[in-house]
């Protein structure tokens, strides 16, 4: 059985780049009913902390990125790894090395972090690296790839302080996992023929590796926060839905001919890693942006309102009429590209009394506004809102008994009803916000404008 794992290291949230590593490996093996287990690496208990550890697998959880088998923290494994290393200096495959004082290590502090019976003052165990023969790899990715041992040296495994390192820690959990598989980011591959060479002194078998490469943003260079949010839960705090998120992240690097949009039944069914790219994928976020919207307009209004009822009472506004948002949905729910910006934009539909600002409609006259305003509210007032045409043939009355084009009459109305200059048809406000509403909001902009 394939089992593949994602090991993110809690010391920082959960990057964008390393959730389409662990959809990958997940992908990878659930695509052929094997297991996939997550494995979270803390031995830097300085620097790792629990608000990380908990965000970054609640975020695997909302994506569905759910592990076979108990979660397992290395912090809590650290007896296993001194065992290991202990194996190893038994072996004459590991030796102590004193720590070199020099200018860059001077400040190092060498105090004891974690009580073991091998630690020994000054001193760190490095693992006899085999320099004879190089390393030859087959990358799933990549396809053959030839390590020169000119390059290699005798890695750390277990600092002066008391505390083995990653390249240890990592093969033995990979080891007691059973691993057969590691899908993983080509930052790593400068470290893997030390982990082969690992494997081999443990007489364990060698998983076979797919270096997955890396995610850059549009100027060409690796993902980074100067290319805005690269933290994932950022995403889903701004109501980017699950499917766009997954969907998107599985096309930088992978495609299926021309095909566009995958549920994760059809990723289930047609992921194979050979298609997987060579090349850096590229985070374009106006496609990101473009698939959410998609993926929002496609949802039911009613799973909508679900999802948007939270974000609104962020800002403070209490839904006590469902339908009424949903008529509200209806109108808006392709005007912006996730939830968070969805709702910022409905919050003038519940809103007693809009901010008109005059700089906020510069391009319109006051003077022939006011005067359209005026006419609007004499025929709406005298009208029955049953149907939206008896709003549509208003509108149209009022152009008519002006002399005017429906652009010179439209967006001062649009403003009256939202205090925004670009909002959703007239006929399709008014029906939506009720006879009362619209002509409140008519008579309030006619006297701001009479005051301007």
Same mark, same amino acid.
Request: overall charge negative.
């Given at each position: 059985?394939?089992?593949?794992?994602?090991?993110?290291?809690?010391?920082?949230?959960?990057?964008?780049?390393?959730?389409?590593?662990?959809?990958?490996?997940?992908?990878?093996?659930?695509?052929?009913?094997?297991?996939?287990?997550?494995?979270?690496?803390?031995?830097?208990?300085?620097?790792?902390?629990?608000?990380?550890?908990?965000?970054?697998?609640?975020?695997?959880?909302?994506?569905?990125?759910?592990?076979?088998?108990?979660?397992?923290?290395?912090?809590?494994?650290?007896?296993?790894?001194?065992?290991?290393?202990?194996?190893?200096?038994?072996?004459?495959?590991?030796?102590?090395?004193?720590?070199?004082?020099?200018?860059?290590?001077?400040?190092?502090?060498?105090?004891?972090?974690?009580?073991?019976?091998?630690?020994?003052?000054?001193?760190?165990?490095?693992?006899?690296?085999?320099?004879?023969?190089?390393?030859?790899?087959?990358?799933?990715?990549?396809?053959?790839?030839?390590?020169?041992?000119?390059?290699?040296?005798?890695?750390?495994?277990?600092?002066?302080?008391?505390?083995?390192?990653? $390249?240890?820690?990592?093969?033995?959990?990979?080891?007691?996992?059973?691993?057969?598989?590691?899908?993983?980011?080509?930052?790593?591959?400068?470290?893997?023929?030390?982990? /082969?060479?690992?494997?081999?002194?443990? $007489?364990?078998?060698?998983?076979?590796?797919?270096?997955?490469?890396?995610?850059?943003?549009?100027?060409?260079?690796?993902?980074?926060?100067?290319?805005?949010?690269?933290?994932?839960?950022?995403?889903?705090?701004?109501?980017?839905?699950?499917?766009?998120?997954?969907?998107?992240?599985?096309?930088?690097?992978?495609?299926?001919?021309?095909?566009?949009?995958?549920?994760?039944?059809?990723?289930?069914?047609?992921?194979?890693?050979?298609?997987?790219?060579?090349?850096?994928?590229?985070?374009?976020?106006?496609?990101?942006?473009?698939?959410?919207?998609?993926?929002?307009?496609?949802?039911?209004?009613?799973?909508?309102?679900?999802? /948007?009822?939270?974000?609104?009472?962020?800002?403070?506004?209490?839904?006590?009429?469902?339908?009424?948002?949903?008529?509200?949905?209806?109108?808006?729910?392709?005007?912006?590209? $996730?939830?968070?910006?969805?709702?910022?934009?409905?919050?003038?539909?519940?809103?007693?009394?809009?901010?008109?600002?005059?700089?906020?409609?510069?391009?319109?006259?006051?003077?022939?506004?006011?005067?359209?305003?005026? $006419?609007?509210?004499?025929?709406?007032?005298?009208?029955?809102?049953?149907?939206?045409?008896?709003?549509?043939?208003? /509108?149209?009355?009022?152009?008519?008994?002006?002399?005017?084009?429906?652009?010179?009459?439209?967006?001062?109305?649009?403003?009256?009803?939202?205090?925004?200059?670009?909002?959703?048809?007239?006929?399709?406000?008014?029906?939506?916000?009720?006879?009362?509403?619209?002509?409140?909001?008519?008579?309030?902009?006619?006297?701001?404008?009479?005051?301007?």
């Amino acid at each position: 059985m394939i089992k593949t794992r994602f090991a993110p290291s809690p010391t920082g949230w959960l990057h964008i780049g390393g959730v389409r590593t662990a959809l990958f490996s997940w992908l990878f093996a659930k695509s052929q009913s094997g297991q996939f287990y997550i494995r979270i690496d803390d031995t830097d208990t300085s620097r790792s902390t629990k608000e990380y550890c908990d965000s970054i697998i609640s975020a695997l959880h909302s994506l569905g990125l759910n592990s076979d088998r108990e979660l397992m923290y290395q912090s809590k494994r650290f007896d296993v790894y001194i065992d290991k290393i202990e194996y190893l200096l038994n072996n004459n495959l590991a030796y102590y090395d004193q720590v070199e004082v020099n200018e860059k290590t001077k400040d190092t502090n060498l105090d004891i972090q974690y009580e073991n019976r091998l630690n020994k003052p000054g001193h760190v165990i490095r693992f006899k690296n085999p320099k004879e023969n190089s390393v030859e790899l087959k990358d799933l990715v990549h396809g053959e790839i030839t390590f020169d041992p000119k390059t290699f040296h005798d890695v750390v495994i277990l600092r002066s302080n008391g505390v083995p390192t990653y $390249n240890l820690t990592s093969v033995v959990d990979d080891t007691e996992l059973g691993i057969t598989h590691i899908v993983r980011g080509d930052d790593h591959l400068s470290n893997t023929a030390i982990q /082969i060479n690992l494997f081999k002194a443990f $007489n364990e078998t060698v998983p076979v590796f797919a270096h997955l490469a890396m995610i850059h943003g549009v100027d060409g260079k690796r993902l980074s926060k100067r290319h805005g949010a690269v933290d994932i839960n950022s995403f889903l705090d701004e109501g980017y839905l699950v499917e766009a998120l997954i969907n998107y992240l599985v096309k930088t690097g992978w495609s299926h001919g021309d095909q566009e949009f995958f549920s994760t039944d059809d990723l289930l069914k047609l992921f194979t890693i050979d298609k997987v790219t060579k090349s850096s994928a590229i985070f374009d976020y106006d496609k990101l942006n473009w698939l959410n919207q998609h993926y929002i307009k496609n949802k039911d209004l009613s799973d909508i309102a679900d999802m /948007i009822l939270p974000y609104l009472t962020d800002l403070n506004i209490k839904v006590s009429d469902r339908k009424y948002l949903e008529n509200i949905l209806s109108l808006g729910i392709d005007r912006d590209y $996730n939830l968070k910006n969805i709702a910022s934009g409905l919050t003038y539909y519940f809103e007693n009394d809009l901010n008109y600002k005059s700089d906020d409609f510069v391009k319109l006259d006051p003077i022939k506004s006011k005067a359209v305003i005026e $006419n609007v509210i004499k025929k709406i007032s005298n009208i029955d809102f049953d149907n939206k045409e008896n709003i549509s043939n208003c /509108i149209k009355e009022v152009c008519s008994d002006m002399s005017l084009k429906f652009k010179d009459v439209g967006p001062a109305v649009r403003f009256a009803l939202t205090a925004r200059l670009k909002a959703p048809s007239i006929d399709e406000l008014c029906f939506t916000l009720g006879k009362d509403k619209a002509l409140k909001r008519l008579n309030d902009f006619y006297a701001f404008l009479s005051l301007a």
